[in-house]
C-alpha cells in the first residue's frame, strides 16, 4: 500500500543533543519530498524541501532512495525546536498533485 | 491580512444545522486544498481546486460541499454532519497545481464540533 510512516509518534532529546526523525515512504516513482512543523500555537508550515537541498534553523534531510527513507537531522536540538514534525512526499495521481502527510512526530527538547 | 485565513476559528454545531466554513488567500495563489485534521489520524486531504475548478474529490461525504467562487475564497458548506466529522478542518493555498515542489501555505484551522 501506498503511504508515508513516521514510525515515531512521541520523541524527547535534551538540548544540545542530535536529533533525527524518521521517515519512509512508499510511493511508486520520485515524489517530491518536504518536511512540515508545527509549532505550540502557530500554523502549520514549511521547514524543508528535498530539492533545494538547505538547511533550514540548522535541520537537514537526505533522500535514500534505496530506503525511501527522508529521515530530518538536526545535530544540536535546541528548546525552541520543539514542536510536531510532518513528513509530506508530493505524489503525482491522475493528473493532479497532493502532498500526502505522516501522521507526524512530536519533539519534545528539554533543558 | 496576508497568507491563508479561516473562518471561523471555533464551530460548534448541531446535526441538523447548516453551516460553512470560510477561507481566504491574499498570496496570489491559484490552488487551494481543505485538508481534515483528526486525532490520532494524518492530515487527510479532501478537496483541491485549481484555477476555481475542483481537481480532487478524496472520497468525501456528500454532506461536505465545497466552493470555489474565485482563486482567493474557498468555502466548505457542511449539513448533516456526525459526531464523528468533529476535527479540525485546515485550508491551504500553492501556485498551482502541476508545477510540482511548490509550498503549500496553511491557515490556522476552524475546530469543529458537532454535537
Known amino acids: 500500500a501506498q503511504r508515508v510512516t513516521q514510525p515515531e509518534k512521541l520523541l524527547s532529546v535534551f538540548k544540545g543533543a542530535p536529533v533525527e526523525l524518521k521517515c519512509n515512504y512508499s510511493y511508486s516513482g520520485s515524489p517530491e519530498l518536504f518536511w512540515y512543523v508545527q509549532y505550540s500555537r502557530q500554523r502549520l508550515q514549511l521547514l524543508l524541501r528535498h530539492i533545494s537541498r538547505e538547511s533550514i534553523k540548522g535541520f537537514t534531510a537526505d533522500l535514500n532512495k534505496g530506503e525511501t527513507s527522508f529521515h530530518l537531522k538536526k545535530p544540536f536540538a535546541q528548546e525552541e525546536d520543539s514542536a510536531m514534525y510532518y513528513c509530506?512526499?508530493?505524489?503525482?495521481?491522475?493528473?493532479?498533485?497532493?502532498?500526502?502527510f505522516g501522521k507526524g512526530t512530536k519533539l519534545t527538547v528539554n533543558p | 491580512e496576508t497568507g491563508v485565513t479561516q473562518t471561523p476559528r471555533h464551530l460548534v454545531m448541531g446535526m441538523t444545522n447548516k453551516k460553512s466554513l470560510k477561507c481566504e488567500q491574499h498570496?496570489?495563489?491559484?490552488?487551494m486544498y481543505w485538508y481534515k485534521q483528526s486525532a490520532k489520524k494524518p492530515l487527510e486531504l479532501m478537496f483541491v481546486y485549481n484555477f476555481k475548478e475542483q481537481t480532487e474529490n478524496n472520497s468525501v461525504p456528500s454532506r461536505f460541499s465545497p466552493e470555489c467562487p474565485n482563486s482567493s475564497h474557498l468555502f466548505l458548506h457542511l449539513h448533516t454532519l456526525q459526531p464523528e466529522d468533529s476535527a479540525l478542518y485546515l485550508c491551504a493555498s500553492s501556485q498551482e497545481v502541476g508545477r510540482g515542489n511548490t509550498e503549500a501555505f496553511f491557515g490556522q484551522g476552524t475546530r469543529l464540533t458537532v454535537v
Open positions: 498570496l496570489g495563489h491559484n490552488a
Open positions: 509530506a512526499p508530493q505524489i503525482s495521481q491522475g493528473g493532479s498533485e497532493k502532498l500526502v
